[in-house]
C-alpha cells in the first residue's frame, strides 16, 4: 500500500484528503504543521509527500530542503494561485510537481498516480526512449529517423527525458544548460524548445511530448 504524507493547516483540506486518498487505497498520514511533517517522514517513511508551501511555523520551501537532505522521496507542492514565484522556488528545492489551489480532488488524484508510477520506475533508466515516432537512444546518442542533435539540444532534452512527467524548472534548465550566469535567459529555452519540437514533435504547433508550463518550465509527456 501506498504511504502519502499530506501537510496542510486547514483542517477541511486534511479531511478531505484523508477520505478521498484512503477511499482509493493510499494508506495515509497528516501533519498541520512544517515540524511534524518533517518528524513523521522521517518516522513513518512515506512514499509521497503532498505538501502545502503555506505553513504556519516553516515555510514550506524549508520543508523541502529539509527531506532533500536525506530522503528522494515524491514531494507534490499545494499552492496558491498567485504564489508563482514560490511555486518555482519549490521546484527548485527539489518538487517534483505542483497543484494550484483551489483544486479539483480527481486533478490532485492524476498527478499523485503520475508521481508515483515514475518513482516505481526511477526517471528513465533504459537507455532508450520513445518520443512520438522516434526512439531516442540516450547512450549512443541517435534518433531514429536520422533525427541529428547539437550537443546543448541533446543536453537540453535529456534533462527532460530522464524526467519523465515530471515538470523541470526554467532555472534547473538554464543552470545545467547553460550555467547559473544565465538565470535571466529564458529566451533561450523558448528558442531550443522550438528546435526540438520541430525535430521530433509530429505536430510543433500543438506538441503532445515536449509540453510549456508557463512562468514556470517544461515537461516530458511520455
Known amino acids: 500500500m501506498t504511504r502519502?504524507?499530506?501537510?496542510?493547516?486547514?483542517?477541511?483540506?486534511?479531511?478531505?484528503?484523508?477520505?478521498?486518498l484512503a477511499a482509493r487505497g493510499?494508506?495515509?498520514?497528516?501533519?498541520?504543521?512544517?515540524?511534524?511533517?518533517?518528524?513523521?517522514?522521517?518516522?513513518?517513511h512515506p512514499d509521497l509527500v503532498i505538501l502545502d508551501l503555506g505553513l504556519p511555523d516553516i515555510e514550506g520551501v524549508d520543508v523541502i530542503h529539509g527531506l532533500r537532505g536525506w530522503t528522494q522521496v515524491p514531494i507534490i507542492v499545494l499552492s496558491g494561485r498567485g504564489d508563482g514565484r514560490q511555486k518555482v522556488d519549490a521546484l527548485d528545492a527539489g518538487a517534483d510537481d505542483y497543484?494550484?489551489?483551489?483544486f479539483g480532488i480527481d486533478e490532485l488524484l492524476a498527478r499523485v498516480r503520475a508521481v508515483t508510477r515514475r518513482s516505481a520506475v526511477s526517471a528513465v533508466e533504459s537507455a532508450e526512449v520513445r518520443v512520438g515516432e522516434h526512439v531516442i537512444d540516450l547512450v549512443g546518442k541517435t534518433i531514429s529517423g536520422g533525427v541529428r542533435l547539437t550537443p546543448t539540444e541533446w543536453?537540453?532534452?535529456e534533462l527532460l527525458l530522464r524526467n519523465p512527467g515530471k515538470l523541470v524548472?526554467?532555472?534547473?534548465?538554464?543552470?545545467?544548460?547553460?550555467?547559473?550566469?544565465?538565470?535571466?535567459?529564458?529566451?533561450?529555452l523558448r528558442q531550443y524548445m522550438a528546435q526540438l519540437r520541430r525535430k521530433l514533435e509530429r505536430d510543433p504547433a500543438h506538441p503532445v511530448h515536449l509540453l510549456t508550463e508557463p512562468g514556470m518550465g517544461y515537461r516530458f509527456q511520455p
Open 169 to 188: 524548472s526554467q532555472r534547473h534548465l538554464l543552470t545545467e544548460v547553460w550555467g547559473a550566469s544565465y538565470l535571466k535567459e529564458t529566451h533561450y
Open 99 to 102: 497543484v494550484t489551489k483551489p
Open 155 to 157: 543536453h537540453f532534452l
Open 4 to 20: 502519502v504524507l499530506v501537510v496542510d493547516d486547514e483542517p477541511q483540506i486534511l479531511r478531505a484528503m484523508r477520505i478521498n
Open 26 to 44: 493510499y494508506d495515509v498520514a497528516l501533519a498541520p504543521d512544517g515540524a511534524t511533517a518533517l518528524r513523521q517522514a522521517a518516522d513513518w
